[in-house]
């Protein structure tokens, strides 16, 4: 025997739990948007590396180990927007460093490691 009551239950419940969860998404991503959440802006960071600088010097953002020069300049790297100080080492040499601001265009860098004298 059915029971008329509860198929009226289901036939209202199934499509207002469907819009109340699609309004529910709808108010995250808003929400997500309007605080900065959803997205974090980028700019391409691209070091250029001379035949006469050191394959393996080390490449640090903000003091952070990213990798050898020879990746870096062959793929680049991402940096978020604002302020980061760019450095590459290699023992023999003086350090490289560069304070860079990144906001909308993609910054290239020239790299010349100057050796250390002996």
Do not use: N
Not at 21 to 26: G, N, P, R, T
Not at 76 to 92: D, M, S
């Amino acid at each position: 025997m059915k029971q008329p009551g509860r198929v009226r239950f289901v036939t209202w419940f199934t499509p207002t739990l469907a819009i109340v969860a699609a309004l529910m998404l709808c108010a995250v991503i808003a929400l997500s948007l309007v605080t900065g959440c959803g997205s974090t802006s980028y700019v391409s960071l691209k070091l250029v590396r001379p035949a006469s600088a050191p394959r393996d010097a080390s490449v640090l953002i903000d003091e952070e180990y990213v990798g050898p020069l020879s990746y870096v300049a062959a793929r680049g790297v991402k940096l978020p927007y604002g302020e980061h100080r760019i450095t590459v080492e290699k023992e023999g040499y003086f350090p490289w460093d560069h304070l860079v601001f990144s906001d909308r265009d993609d910054i290239t860098l020239d790299v010349v490691l100057v050796p250390i004298p002996d």
